[in-house]
């Protein structure tokens, strides 16, 4: 079945240490987001990419960074730089035509709790 | 710059009856879509319904409509005949036409009372 497969669904770290999270789509979606949910909070926008090598900050970038070397794949790497990293990640794709509702299709999350 | 705005934080609806749940939204841009998602405390997001800014009709999905008012720059969800397995976050979110991401609100925690 199509879908965004995200890994792994949980993860401990220690401070100082940097994580990736992987996020992988067969949907053959353009675009790819990372959100960042905190408890009993909306989603706040990390990053974004509408095309293969091509990425966006959103909101929130400071401490993260990404990349986009396939279009099936999106990893989100919270480096020691980000200061609150304990949070709950979604990944997310979307056709890009706005003619289609735009609706994301999302992952299951990953839940990183820092040490 | 577009924002949206949910003002319950939380919800309480006995079962079997109608709820509507807040949102409001401010954007510059003619053209845009709101969308309501699902989050079960499992975490996954479950797309509810869509509604685009030139839709002349108030978007319906099963027993979720969504009562638009362009005027008032309001969303609100209206779930009919409420079930115990709506108990869940729920968001209310906009994308501008010539935007390309999603602004999500903060977020309403509806409980359904058996």
């Known amino acids: 079945d199509g879908g965004i497969t995200q890994s792994p669904k949980y993860l401990f770290r220690k401070e100082g240490q940097n994580v990736t999270l992987s996020c992988e789509q067969n949907l053959n979606h353009d675009a790819m987001y990372w959100y960042r949910q905190d408890p009993g909070q909306g989603l706040r926008l990390i990053y974004y990419s509408q095309i293969v090598n091509d990425f966006q900050k959103g909101d929130i970038a400071e401490g993260y960074s990404v990349s986009r070397e396939k279009k099936e794949s999106f990893p989100l790497t919270v480096t020691s730089a980000q200061k609150n990293p304990t949070a709950f990640y979604l990944c997310?794709?979307?056709?890009?035509?706005?003619?289609?509702?735009?609706?994301?299709?999302f992952g299951e999350g990953s839940r990183l709790t820092v040490l | 710059a577009q924002k949206i705005t949910q003002t319950q934080p939380g919800m309480f609806v006995q079962e079997k009856e109608a709820v509507t749940l807040d949102c409001t939204y401010d954007?510059?841009?003619?053209?845009?879509?709101l969308f309501w998602y699902k989050q079960p405390s499992s975490g996954e997001m479950i797309f509810l319904i869509y509604q685009g800014s030139y839709d002349q009709q108030n978007a319906t999905e099963g027993r979720y409509s969504l009562n638009f008012q362009k005027a008032r720059k309001s969303a609100n969800l209206v779930i009919s005949a409420s079930q115990l397995g709506d108990s869940a976050m729920y968001f209310c979110?906009?994308?501008?036409?010539?935007?390309?991401?999603?602004?999500f609100g903060a977020g309403t925690i509806l409980r359904v009372k058996s």
């Open positions: 954007t510059s841009d003619p053209s845009y879509g």
């Open positions: 979110a906009m994308r501008e036409f010539y935007g390309n991401k999603l602004v």
């Open positions: 997310a794709s979307s056709p890009p035509d706005f003619a289609n509702t735009g609706e994301l299709f």
